[in-house]
């Protein structure tokens, strides 16, 4: 044989492998976004409740109103006892299933934890939503420039990390015992790779991302399921309700779309659209281009030049406003 009939089977090899790394990656999708829609898993079966973690607002609540339209009863954790009682009240009448509130504020250190327990001891819990979480900012921002910074990295570390292991460590014993539990821990695309900017909350959201792979690699053999759910644009309070596109999911879309992958996927994007995304900037936006001196410029300048537009339709809003 010769070495150029050598170098043509090693090539041919090479295609077929990845025809078929390709071929397996589309199938997958196709089973995770699209016969998912036809083929759900009954939450049921998990337990009678489970319990979201920053309920109130944006995807948070958009899965306690999904979990209680698929026949769950609901426990709803957040800090504000008004929005609490509000969204309670919405999903006892919208569906006719049991809610229970916890007002806690997630950026407090672990001293909140006793009271959670508490709260929720005697509940057949089955699911977990591990969504609460916060940024620094509306706009990408070197480090330094974090608002009270001392404070504030504490705060997002203690709601966006510590609030995942300790919400876990609660709930997971009671689905060890019975065989079978579901803990969804909502990670962000932003952490999938570094990116510069943002690089606080995307530091946490690789935690929540690595904590969530290891503990399904550590418990899937005794019945329990861990999702990592890592999301592009939601239109939500965070992200300033940004117009929903092709792009842009709305909370509910998302929020349905993604518990249909339970099953199907132990990290998802959530929804087809978000994963052709992460395919494509995959392709286009390699880490040495991300992570440049030169795309960190010219974010910062893009952030710059919104920041400004945004302050100049305020003031034309006020100027509207006062002569009316």
């Avoid at 150029?4 to 090479?14: E, K, R, S, V």
């Avoid at 998912?36 to 939450?43: A, I, M, T």
């Avoid at 698929?70 to 809610?99: F, P």
């Avoid at 001293?111 to 508490?118: F, K, L, Q, T």
Wanted: net charge neutral; proline share 3%; charged share 20%.
């Amino acid at each position: 044989m010769s070495f150029i009939d050598a170098l043509a089977i090693i090539g041919g090899f090479t295609v077929v492998f990845h025809l078929l790394r390709l071929a397996w990656r589309c199938w997958c999708g196709f089973r995770q976004f699209v016969l998912s829609e036809l083929w759900h898993v009954d939450l049921k079966t998990y337990g009678q409740w489970a319990v979201v973690t920053g309920a109130t607002s944006g995807i948070g609540k958009a899965y306690a109103h999904e979990l209680a339209q698929r026949g769950l009863d609901v426990v709803l954790v957040s800090r504000s006892d008004d929005k609490l009682q509000m969204i309670a009240k919405e999903i006892e009448d919208q569906y006719g299933r049991k809610t229970r509130t916890i007002q806690v504020d997630f950026t407090d250190s672990q001293c909140i934890y006793p009271a959670i327990a508490e709260q929720l001891q005697g509940l057949e819990i089955g699911i977990l939503v591990n969504n609460v979480g916060m940024t620094y900012s509306d706009h990408f921002a070197y480090f330094l420039e974090i608002p009270d910074a001392e404070q504030k990295i504490t705060q997002i570390i203690n709601c966006n990390m510590l609030s995942v292991p300790q919400m876990t460590r609660l709930v997971l014993p009671g689905m060890v015992e019975r065989g079978t539990g579901l803990i969804i821990n909502i990670s962000s695309e932003v952490g999938v790779r570094p990116q510069p900017l943002l690089s606080l909350y995307c530091a946490t959201k690789i935690f929540v991302t690595y904590f969530s792979q290891c503990l399904h690699a550590e418990y899937t053999s005794k019945g329990i399921i861990v999702q990592c759910v890592a999301p592009f644009m939601v239109s939500t309070n965070m992200t300033k309700q940004i117009a929903v596109n092709f792009f842009v999911r709305s909370a509910s879309g998302f929020a349905r779309e993604a518990l249909n992958t339970v099953g199907h996927s132990s990290y998802t994007s959530g929804c087809l659209s978000h994963a052709l995304q992460n395919t494509a900037l995959t392709i286009l936006l390699p880490d040495w281009l991300r992570m440049s001196p030169f795309l960190v410029r010219k974010l910062r300048n893009f952030a710059t030049a919104s920041r400004h537009d945004a302050d100049v339709c305020k003031q034309k809003d006020g100027l509207g406003h006062k002569e009316e």
